[in-house]
Each structure stands twice: as structure tokens, then as C-alpha cells.
């Protein structure tokens, strides 16, 4: 059983593990453009702040991510 929790845990670091989580934080930035628009229809100043600052989060997120994918790249001696 360790050894399927230890198999787990490594697949975040892995590299489908980081194509998973850019492909979800990719579906957040859908929803923060949902919320932009509606929230642009209604003139709700506030909800339009909490979108560009989910907005922002989400970038983040993917340059994270996209850092650590090519750190991961890196250590791969096929992939130069």
C-alpha cells in the first residue's frame, strides 16, 4: 500500500502530473472569464476586483507550473 501512496505523491512532480494541473488551472481561467463578464453586465465593481484578482492567481499558477515543467525538462538529459 506504500508504495501505491508513494507512486501518488510523485505524480504531482511528474511530468503528466504538471500537464493535469496547467489543463485544470486552464478550466479556472474559463470560469474567471465567465465571472469577468458577468460581473462587467451587472456593473458589480466588487465581483469584477474578485475576478482579476482570480485572475491573477491563475497566471501565477500556470508560470509556477510552467517553471517547474521546464526544470523538469532540464534534468532530462534527452531533452538537452
Not at 508504495?3 to 501518488?8: G, Y
Not at 491563475?58 to 534527452?78: P, Q, S
Amino acid at each position: 500500500m506504500s508504495n501505491a501512496l508513494s507512486k501518488a505523491k510523485g505524480f504531482k512532480k511528474s511530468r503528466t502530473g504538471l500537464y493535469v494541473s496547467m489543463a485544470t488551472s486552464a478550466f479556472g481561467a474559463v470560469g474567471v472569464y465567465k465571472q469577468i463578464k458577468k460581473a462587467r453586465g451587472d456593473n458589480d465593481t466588487l465581483r469584477l476586483l474578485d475576478a482579476v484578482v482570480t485572475g491573477a492567481a491563475v497566471v501565477t499558477n500556470l508560470a509556477i507550473l510552467y517553471r517547474e515543467l521546464k526544470r523538469l525538462g532540464d534534468d532530462d538529459v534527452l531533452l538537452g
